[in-house]
């Protein structure tokens, strides 16, 4: 009978002990793997809010992330490439707040999507946002 008693609690402390290097440790599931959010921003000809095909991204506008909301002090602002594109990278899992500034889209544009967009990131994910649409110059 005692042998039953004994075993139970030296049964449990061996779970734990090969359970903690894994999930606390670094193996799998981290909790704090940084992750990315990537998106675009592109020329929405027919102002659908649509990303179609043959509507190319906009070079050179300034995208920001913050923390708390679209405004304030921006955690890092990027500019996007040659097609439209943007990428936050090594971020730590969290909510964030990625904001499209006007002042850098030229203007005569006007957006035909949110031009904020808040999103979760989970740890080692990378979260592609929808596209971001602007008119055409004087549209």
Avoid: W
Avoid at 21 to 38: C, D, H, Q, R
Avoid at 51 to 63: A, L, N, P, R, S
Avoid at 81 to 105: H, I, Q, R, W
């Amino acid at each position: 009978m005692r042998r039953l008693k004994l075993a139970a609690p030296l049964l449990l402390i061996t779970l734990v002990a090969f359970a903690l290097p894994t999930a606390v440790l670094g193996g799998e599931g981290k909790t704090n793997e940084p992750g990315s959010i990537t998106g675009n921003v592109y020329c929405d000809k027919d102002k659908n809010g649509v990303c179609d095909c043959e509507e190319g991204g906009i070079k050179d506008v300034q995208v920001k992330i913050f923390t708390e909301h679209c405004g304030g002090t921006a955690l890092q602002a990027i500019a996007t490439d040659e097609k439209g594109n943007f990428a936050f990278e090594s971020f730590e899992p969290g909510t964030y707040y990625v904001l499209v500034d006007l002042v850098y889209v030229c203007g005569g544009r006007v957006p035909t999507t949110k031009n904020c967009r808040q999103v979760t990131l989970a740890a080692g994910e990378t979260v592609t946002l929808p596209a971001f649409g602007y008119s055409e110059f004087g549209q």
